[in-house]
């Protein structure tokens, strides 16, 4: 029985399966064997059982670094998030144009604040066509319909050939119903085009998945002359555009409904057409800086960050006590579940205590916190300067932060708003160093950079049930395991001889006992 697993939870001591062996002892001596064998087992098994608890001490620290790698891994990503201009810089709008729903506005780190109007005469649509009529669909003299569809996208032509049969007996609905799957089916690769019958209109509804006038499709008939069955053609999204100053710009035709002016991404979602003057008309709204919301941002920003630093610092501050080692089999088989579950607890505390990787971790955030980003405005190169602090000492060791002065913050995001956004989300040009780039940039660099150390000493996350052989817990585990299994060997060798030897006693006391009775009677003959 070799030991080649690395989860605590399932592991048993082999050697407590000897306990279910039928060994029959102590007929002739009247000793109980099992019991002394046992108690010269336990005194053999101190090294297995030092083996043992090093293995697990390494089960419960790779598990320790896999959860302080989570949170790491989770503040990462949000950081990365946070780090895209467009969920840090967020913008307020209004208006008759976005409140009536004629258009949806993002602003980015570049908007051009002001008050716009927006008239929309077409929306960019896809290529569709619908047939009223499937009974113009010629089938030959076995029942067979093939048709040719081109469908063409920005200059390329993909052909297919749909083929299906038409059988006598089935309906219209039943064809209609065929002829959408066929179609469906020979564009799966990535459905550029789709088809759908509706039984209750009896009408095959074709459409293209891109829109723009780039896009059209033909569908033919092959079994007629390729007569021309069903086409279409997408159209391209128009509009203008009503700066502050009154500066009217047409918008360039845009195969999507989603364009960008002044620094905006205007997404169009109907047309401002005026049924009562058959006029296309102007619709008006604003966009300007959400402080509020900005704000809001960075007091996440802040929880993210203290709840991070704050569960680190606890791991690498707790200490532990060598007093509590981890059970065995014997030991755990001895104790109620409740101690075993206090016992644990204690066991594995402090495994994490003074981590070099993770203390690293928190000197780096610290120190990039507050070092000034190179290229911005001196009153606002530092998160100081934004009204950012860290707590005193006394308040908080871990070294959390919080808004010292929430107008300074909103006073660096009203006058000063390209500086702050830098300060935050620049990345520099030199990728070998952090020192040019934002906090956010910064963040995000110091924990990958943390995470792969954390990977190298423990393993990668997705070794869930067992180590990462090329880690260096794992390499410890595989040579701990390794003794183990050679101290298996060694002490099945020893329990076997104690049971030869035990075994050649009782034959030995047999002898005597026989021999003791053969006198006996020759002595009570006479």
Same mark, same amino acid.
């Given at each position: 029985?070799?030991?080649?697993?690395?989860?605590?939870?399932?592991?048993?001591?082999?050697?407590?399966?000897?306990?279910?062996?039928?060994? /029959?002892?102590?007929?002739?001596?009247?000793?109980?064997?099992?019991?002394?064998? &046992?108690?010269?087992?336990?005194?053999?098994?101190?090294?297995?059982?030092?083996?043992?608890?090093?293995?697990?001490?390494?089960?419960?620290?790779?598990?320790?670094?896999?959860?302080?790698?989570?949170?790491?891994?989770?503040?990462?990503?949000? @950081?990365?998030?946070?780090?895209?201009?467009?969920?840090?810089?967020?913008? $307020?709008?209004?208006?008759?144009?976005?409140?009536?729903?004629? @258009?949806?506005?993002?602003?980015?780190?570049?908007?051009?604040?002001?008050?716009?109007? /927006?008239?929309?005469? &077409?929306?960019?649509?896809?290529?569709?066509?619908?047939?009223?009529?499937?009974?113009?669909?010629?089938?030959?003299?076995?029942?067979?319909?093939?048709? !040719? /569809?081109?469908?063409?996208?920005?200059?390329?032509?993909?052909?297919?050939?749909?083929?299906?049969?038409?059988?006598?007996?089935?309906?219209?609905?039943?064809?209609?119903?065929?002829?959408?799957? =066929?179609?469906?089916?020979?564009?799966?690769?990535?459905?550029?085009?789709?088809?759908?019958?509706?039984?209750?209109?009896?009408?095959?509804?074709?459409?293209?998945?891109?829109?723009?006038?780039?896009?059209?499709?033909?569908?033919?008939?092959?079994?007629?002359?390729?007569?021309?069955?069903?086409?279409?053609?997408?159209?391209? =999204?128009? =509009?203008?555009?009503?700066?502050?100053?009154?500066?009217?710009?047409?918008?360039?035709?845009?195969?999507?409904?989603?364009?960008?002016?002044?620094?905006?991404?205007?997404?169009?979602?109907?047309?401002?057409?005026?049924?009562?003057?058959?006029?296309?008309?102007?619709?008006?709204?604003?966009?300007?800086?959400?402080?509020? =919301?900005?704000?809001?941002?960075?007091?996440?920003?802040?929880?993210?960050?203290?709840?991070?630093?704050?569960?680190?610092?606890?791991?690498?501050?707790? $200490?532990?006590?060598?007093?509590?080692?981890?059970?065995?089999?014997?030991?755990?088989?001895?104790?109620?579940?409740?101690?075993?579950?206090?016992?644990?607890?204690?066991?594995?505390?402090?495994?994490?205590?003074?981590?070099?990787?993770?203390?690293?971790?928190?000197?780096?955030?610290?120190?990039?916190?507050?070092?000034?980003?190179?290229?911005?405005?001196?009153?606002?190169?530092?998160?100081?300067?934004?009204?950012?602090?860290?707590?005193?000492?006394?308040?908080?060791?871990?070294?959390?932060?919080?808004?010292?002065?929430?107008?300074?913050?909103?006073?660096?995001?009203?006058?000063?708003?390209?500086?702050?956004? $830098?300060?935050?989300?620049?990345?520099?040009?030199?990728?070998?160093?952090?020192?040019?780039?934002?906090?956010?940039?910064?963040?995000?660099?110091?924990?990958?950079?943390?995470?792969?150390?954390?990977?190298?000493?423990?393993?990668?996350?997705?070794?869930?049930?067992?180590?990462?052989?090329?880690?260096?817990?794992?390499?410890?585990?595989?040579?701990?395991?390794?003794?183990?299994?050679?101290?298996?060997?060694?002490?099945?060798?020893?329990?076997?001889?104690?049971?030869?030897?035990?075994?050649?006693?009782?034959?030995?006391?047999?002898?005597?006992?026989? !021999?003791?009775?053969?006198?006996?009677?020759?002595?009570?003959?006479?």
């Amino acid at each position: 029985m070799n030991v080649n697993s690395t989860s605590s939870t399932s592991y048993t001591n082999p050697y407590d399966a000897y306990k279910y062996y039928t060994r /029959i002892g102590g007929l002739a001596s009247g000793l109980d064997t099992d019991s002394i064998i &046992q108690g010269l087992m336990s005194v053999e098994k101190t090294k297995y059982n030092k083996l043992y608890q090093q293995k697990q001490l390494l089960e419960w620290q790779r598990q320790d670094y896999m959860d302080m790698a989570s949170a790491i891994s989770s503040f990462k990503d949000y @950081v990365f998030n946070l780090k895209l201009s467009s969920n840090f810089v967020k913008y $307020k709008t209004a208006g008759e144009a976005v409140d009536a729903g004629y @258009v949806s506005v993002t602003g980015t780190a570049n908007t051009f604040e002001g008050n716009y109007q /927006i008239k929309v005469e &077409q929306l960019a649509t896809q290529a569709n066509a619908v047939v009223n009529d499937l009974t113009v669909i010629t089938r030959d003299a076995q029942n067979n319909v093939k048709l !040719q /569809i081109d469908l063409t996208v920005d200059g390329s032509t993909v052909t297919k050939t749909v083929e299906l049969t038409w059988n006598p007996g089935d309906s219209v609905a039943t064809f209609g119903a065929n002829l959408a799957k =066929a179609i469906n089916s020979a564009f799966s690769t990535d459905g550029s085009l789709k088809a759908y019958y509706d039984s209750t209109l009896n009408k095959l509804v074709i459409t293209s998945q891109k829109t723009g006038s780039s896009v059209s499709f033909t569908v033919k008939d092959l079994n007629n002359n390729n007569t021309v069955i069903a086409s279409g053609t997408g159209t391209d =999204a128009k =509009a203008y555009i009503k700066d502050s100053f009154g500066n009217e710009s047409q918008v360039p035709s845009s195969a999507t409904n989603t364009i960008n002016v002044y620094g905006m991404s205007i997404t169009l979602n109907k047309t401002t057409y005026n049924a009562q003057t058959n006029t296309y008309d102007y619709k008006s709204f604003s966009i300007s800086k959400d402080v509020d =919301a900005i704000v809001n941002n960075i007091k996440e920003l802040i929880n993210k960050y203290n709840e991070l630093v704050s569960k680190i610092y606890s791991k690498i501050t707790e $200490k532990r006590n060598r007093d509590y080692l981890p059970l065995t089999e014997e030991q755990k088989s001895q104790m109620k579940d409740t101690d075993i579950q206090k016992w644990e607890e204690a066991a594995k505390k402090g495994l994490l205590y003074g981590d070099s990787i993770l203390s690293g971790f928190l000197n780096n955030l610290r120190y990039y916190l507050y070092k000034a980003v190179p290229g911005l405005p001196s009153n606002l190169d530092t998160i100081s300067e934004a009204g950012i602090e860290t707590y005193s000492y006394f308040e908080s060791k871990e070294g959390k932060i919080y808004i010292k002065d929430e107008s300074k913050l909103r006073q660096a995001i009203s006058n000063n708003f390209d500086a702050f956004v $830098k300060l935050f989300t620049s990345s520099g040009s030199d990728t070998n160093t952090i020192e040019d780039d934002g906090i956010l940039q910064r963040f995000y660099n110091i924990a990958n950079d943390t995470l792969k150390k954390i990977y190298d000493k423990a393993g990668k996350p997705y070794f869930t049930s067992s180590y990462d052989p090329n880690s260096s817990i794992g390499k410890q585990l595989r040579s701990i395991i390794d003794q183990m299994n050679a101290e298996q060997e060694r002490l099945q060798k020893i329990e076997d001889r104690y049971y030869r030897q035990f075994t050649q006693l009782e034959r030995l006391i047999a002898q005597m006992n026989t !021999q003791s009775s053969w006198l006996s009677q020759q002595f009570s003959a006479k």
